[in-house]
Structures are given as structure tokens and as C-alpha cells.
């Protein structure tokens, strides 16, 4: 009879055949196909599927709900070396996304309308608050007054001697 408490009893019961398919976090499937015990596949959200729809109109893809980490998890799966057009996939999915994102971010203050922000990832979202604190640090800065000051000697006239200075 197996004791229940037994860490090798334990083990040896959850061994799993080779070529099987397991749900593993990241962190230790990294460990593990650095030790080359294991090859990763791409989770869902790097499918073919999903790279369509997103080099179709990346602006309008629901990035949070695919994988709210997205691109962090994407730049680690990269490092993995699990697919070599990933990495170009995620950058140009970053540029298509980041000017509709400025753009929004700019104007955000004026419309208040951030129905979109659930759609953005966190990096994105980091990078759409970023803009917009710009913003409204720029406007703050500029709402001030007179920022430039005429220097009092300026303002005062010189003496103009006939007298050249060389002589």
C-alpha cells in the first residue's frame, strides 16, 4: 500500500509518457528546455489563427483577453527560440497598435472616452498612461504663465560712444 504522504510515492505516480502535451507555467518550462528535457509549443494565443486576425488590423485585436502579458510572454518564448518569426511578429504587431495608441492617448484627456483600455495589454497599458500623464504634464507646464523672462540687463539702453573700443 502507497504512503499517502510519501514525496517519491507521490511522484512516481504523476510520471507522464513521453511525447504527452502538459500545461506548464512558463517559469519552469523555461528551466526545462533549457535543461533539453522538454520542447515547447506556442500557447493559443501565437497561433496561426490569432496572427491573421492581428496583421489584418492589429488596432482592433483584443491582445488582453488572448494573454494579458502578451508581449512579455512573447519576448520570453522568443528567447526560448520556439519559433524564429515571432519575434518580427511581435514587433510589427507593436508598431501597428502603438500609433493608434498615442493617438489615443493624446487625446484621452479631452474625450474621456477609455472604452478601448481593457483591450490593451499591460504593456500597452503602461505605455498609454505614460502618454497620457505627458500630456497632462505638458499642459500643466504650459498653463503656467510666462515661462521665458527678458533679463533685466536687456532691457537697459547702452551708451554708444563714438570712440572705437580698438584704439
Known sequence: MANYYDIQDIL???EVARGSVVDLPLWLAQDLVQRQILHIKLPSCFN??????VQADPACVDLHSKC???????CKLVELSVDPTL?????T?????????????????LSGNLKFLPHLT???????????DSVKAFKKWRLQGPR???????????????TPIWS
Do not use: S, W
Not at 496561426?48 to 486576425?53: L, N, P, W
Not at 519575434?87 to 514587433?91: D, I, M, T, V
Not at 504587431?93 to 502603438?98: D, E, I
Open 93 to 109: 504587431t507593436l508598431q501597428g497598435r502603438y500609433k493608434d495608441l498615442l493617438c489615443k492617448a493624446l487625446t484621452a484627456t
Open 148 to 162: 521665458i523672462e527678458k533679463a533685466a540687463i536687456l532691457g537697459r539702453k547702452r551708451n554708444r560712444d563714438a
Open 12 to 14: 512516481m505516480q504523476d
Open 87 to 91: 519575434g518580427p511578429f511581435l514587433l
Open 122 to 132: 499591460e504593456e500597452e497599458t503602461r505605455l498609454f498612461e505614460a502618454g497620457r
Open 68 to 74: 494579458p502579458f502578451y508581449y512579455e510572454m512573447g
Open 48 to 53: 496561426a489563427r490569432v496572427r491573421k486576425e
